[in-house]
């Protein structure tokens, strides 16, 4: 089956809803996508003023233990899944929890084309069918608008955009907004600014390993690139250096020995960065 049903957050209203059976991971699953805020909003948490963000919300474990009726751990594993699995990402403090669902648009049509989808409860057969005709075209062209606002490919990001695409690998068409890499470079951008992010480009110009210029044939995507753990280390330089022979010196994976060095025979064949990469690669498959 393909496409997508509205769902109404009325249902939590309903008797089925309020249940007092234990919830599954399909019931969890859909209750977050109900809890997401449809429209940025903004909100006292305290004494502090908090922009929460469409496709986000402010919860915390023991409510969600509270509604799932579900002990502490079995909620920070579900919730872990969901992330690992890039479903959901989940920024907790002292005081809360905040989840983003990735992706929020595929599963909620934009707000501003709900509108369009109402239709006359009593209409003749004939008409209904002309005013659906029109509600659905109208549906479409409004996400067309929407996509058109949500690629910022010529917005905000444009400098970003046309900075990693003059490295000549993988380039990036948009940075759409509710997905995990738009997600993701905001967080870069309000950490470090947009001027760092443009110097840790110019840093992958400095790696042979990142560009792919390695007998590894690792390459560097986005995606990769603005991940937290990831971003610093290019910043800071930690992949900078080629391994053409003959530049004096010997092999510059010498200079970053770690832990995972503890024979000559690895040590020889692999640097810090290459390990790296393929414990990652062993990771995503």
Not at 112 to 126: F, G
Not at 219 to 243: A, H, M, Q
């Amino acid at each position: 089956m393909k496409g997508w049903i509205s769902l109404h957050r009325s249902i939590q209203k309903h008797w089925i809803w309020s249940d007092e059976t234990v919830f599954d991971r399909r019931s969890a699953w859909v209750d977050l996508l109900l809890m997401a805020n449809h429209k940025d909003r903004r909100f006292l948490l305290g004494n502090e003023l908090v922009t929460v963000e469409r496709g986000s919300f402010i919860t915390s474990i023991r409510k969600l233990c509270e509604r799932w009726r579900w002990s502490n751990s079995k909620v920070r594993s579900f919730l872990k899944v969901l992330e690992v699995d890039e479903m959901i990402l989940v920024k907790s403090d002292t005081k809360k929890t905040a989840l983003t669902i990735c992706n929020y648009n595929d599963y909620q049509i934009p707000s501003d084309a709900e509108s369009d989808t109402k239709t006359p409860q009593k209409r003749h057969e004939s008409d209904t069918k002309a005013t659906r005709k029109h509600t659905n075209n109208n549906v479409n062209n409004d996400n067309n608008v929407n996509n058109d606002n949500n690629n910022t490919a010529g917005g905000p990001h444009q400098k970003i955009i046309s900075k990693w695409n003059d490295l000549g690998i993988k380039n990036i068409v948009s940075i759409n907004r509710g997905t995990k890499r738009e997600i993701m470079l905001k967080a870069r951008l309000k950490e470090y600014g947009e001027d760092k992010i443009l110097e840790a480009i110019d840093r992958i110009q400095e790696s042979d390993f990142l560009q792919g210029k390695t007998s590894q044939a690792f390459v560097i995507t986005f995606d990769w690139f603005v991940r937290p753990n990831n971003f610093p280390k290019v910043l800071e330089g930690n992949y900078s250096g080629n391994r053409s022979k003959g530049s004096g010196g010997g092999d510059s994976r010498d200079k970053h020995k770690t832990k995972f060095h503890l024979t000559e025979s690895r040590s020889s064949k692999y640097s810090a960065e290459e390990l790296e990469a393929l414990i990652l690669r062993k990771q995503n498959k």
